[in-house]
C-alpha cells in the first residue's frame, strides 16, 4: 500500500504565495513521474505540472512562470512552489505519483486526497 500525504494548501491573497509538499510511503520500490493536477468546482480535474526522475519538467501554459515543481528523491517528496497566486488558480490540488510497488512489476498511478487552495481578497 502506498501513502500520499499532501500539505501546503489554504486561504491566500491575490500575488501571494503558497508551497505545497507530498510524501510518498509505504510499498514502492520505484518512482518515475511525479506530478501535481488540480480541480476547481464543476470543472474537470487538469495537469499543473510533472517533473520526472532525470528532473525534466512540464506545465500547464495557465501556470508557466509562476509555478515550480521540484522533487527530492531521496525523500520520495514532490513540492510545488506557487507565487504570484490568481483567483483562478482556487482549486484542489491533487498529488500524483507514478511507481511500481516491486522490482520489475508495472507501474501504478497513486493519488494523493487533496488540498484545497483559495486565493481571494
Known amino acids: 500500500q502506498v501513502q500520499l500525504v499532501e500539505s501546503g494548501g489554504g486561504l491566500v491573497q491575490p500575488g501571494g504565495s503558497l508551497r505545497l509538499s507530498c510524501a510518498a510511503s509505504?510499498?514502492?520500490?520505484?518512482?518515475?513521474?511525479m506530478g501535481w493536477y488540480r480541480q476547481a468546482p464543476g470543472k474537470q480535474r487538469e495537469l499543473v505540472a510533472v517533473i520526472t526522475g532525470g528532473g525534466s519538467t512540464n506545465y500547464a501554459d495557465s501556470v508557466k512562470g509562476r509555478l515550480t515543481i521540484s522533487r527530492d528523491n531521496a525523500k520520495n517528496t514532490v513540492y510545488l512552489q506557487m507565487n504570484n497566486l490568481k483567483p483562478e488558480d482556487t482549486a484542489v490540488y491533487y498529488c500524483?505519483?507514478?511507481?511500481?510497488?516491486?522490482?520489475?512489476?508495472?507501474?501504478?498511478?497513486?493519488w494523493g486526497q487533496g488540498t484545497q487552495v483559495t486565493v481571494s481578497s
Open positions: 500524483n505519483v507514478v511507481g511500481a510497488p516491486n522490482y520489475g512489476s508495472p507501474s501504478y498511478n497513486y
Open positions: 509505504g510499498k514502492i520500490f520505484s518512482i518515475s513521474a
